[in-house]
């Protein structure tokens, strides 16, 4: 029936009403918190381009662990930023490296929480590039990258890393990692793998806060090109078909739509990956008081869990709990 017996408004009379009738809530429990993670004791380093956000020591990044546990906020995400960088990325392959030490910091003192390692060479390789190059210089060479990445990952897997996050794009890698972490002993340790990273500009402040912003040629013969959608689809299938557990999505607002469609194609869960550039857009505009800051980041993050996300990796997560930005 139309008007006048129906009224669409009824529902939306009051607050009690409109709490009850919600279709979509983003909980805690969906929310992953990226840290970025740095050499030394009590080193806390500012991210200028991400206001808000810091580089953290092992030391201070357990405290900020403790913080994210108590807010049920059931897992972090890691980043290693170093300048010991080479072209074949040895500092990520150390059994004592940075992320190895943070990881086993987190699995001992903050065991409730779950530690998911990125597997990228880019802050790691003196090329800024996501893997080793092709002996002419110009480009990564997918197939000697996919043992690297294997190594690198059973390192992670050594030190108690309880996901694997694959974000280097290279094609195979997902089978790679795979077969040598069930080679080695390690079939419990789950992937989430970048399966859409597209080649976006909303990376910016992340390559600052990283150290990978300084490299020659193009990222673009291996992360996505955002004008393909279907090409998305034919990623997670392949990477499921690998053994990924779980897939994602990168970047989230101005890829709803491929969420949608991942969402909608595929029965696994689905993570997104609300970057640095989304986070750095909404933040200087709160700063500048040109939006509700809590509002609109209810709204973006409310947004991504109606496309079909399950978990939303945002830099918001610890603040959007804390303040209270998720209550009705």
């Known amino acids: 029936m139309g008007f006048p017996q129906t009224r669409m408004r009824r529902l939306r009379r009051t607050e009690a009403i409109r709490r009850m009738v919600r279709e979509h809530r983003v909980l805690p429990s969906n929310l ?47 980043f290693g930023v170093t300048e010991k960088k080479d072209c074949e990325a040895s500092e990520a392959c150390r059994d004592d ?14 065991p409730e929480l779950a530690v998911i390692c990125d597997l990228c060479c880019c802050e790691y390789t003196d090329s800024g590039h996501c893997g080793i190059l092709t002996p002419a210089g110009d480009d990564v060479d997918n197939d000697a990258t996919l043992e690297l990445l294997a190594k690198i990952a059973l390192t992670y897997a050594e030190a108690g890393a309880d996901i694997i996050a694959p974000s280097d794009m290279m094609d195979g890698r997902i089978g790679a990692i795979r077969d040598a972490l069930d080679t080695e002993g390690f079939p419990d340790v789950a992937i989430m793998s ?61 890829y709803l739509d491929v969420i949608r469609e991942v969402s909608e194609a595929f029965a696994v869960p689905l993570a997104a990956y609300s970057v640095s550039g ?38 918001y997560a610890v603040e959007a709990v804390e303040k209270g930005y998720l209550k009705d």
């Open 32 to 78: 992953i918190m990226p840290y970025f993670v740095v050499d030394g004791e009590k080193v806390r380093e500012p991210i200028s381009s991400m206001s808000g956000q810091d580089r953290l020591s092992v030391d201070l990044l357990v405290k900020e662990a403790r913080r994210v546990r108590d807010l049920e906020i059931p897992a972090v995400l890691l």
């Open 97 to 110: 490296g940075l992320i190895q030490r943070a990881v086993r910091a987190l699995k001992k003192q903050v």
């Open 194 to 254: 970048y399966a859409a990273k597209y080649a976006s500009a909303f990376y910016g402040p992340f390559r600052e806060a990283a150290g990978s912003g300084h490299f020659h040629g193009t990222r673009k013969t291996y992360q996505m090109d955002p004008g393909n959608a279907r090409e998305a689809l034919r990623e997670v299938a392949l990477d499921l078909e690998e053994g990924a557990d779980m897939v994602m999505v990168k970047p989230a607002l101005a």
């Open 278 to 315: 989304e986070y750095a857009m909404i933040k200087n505009a709160a700063q500048q008081k040109l939006v509700d800051e809590r509002m609109i980041v209810r709204e973006t993050l409310t947004a991504i869990k109606r496309a079909g996300a399950d978990m939303i990796i945002t830099y």
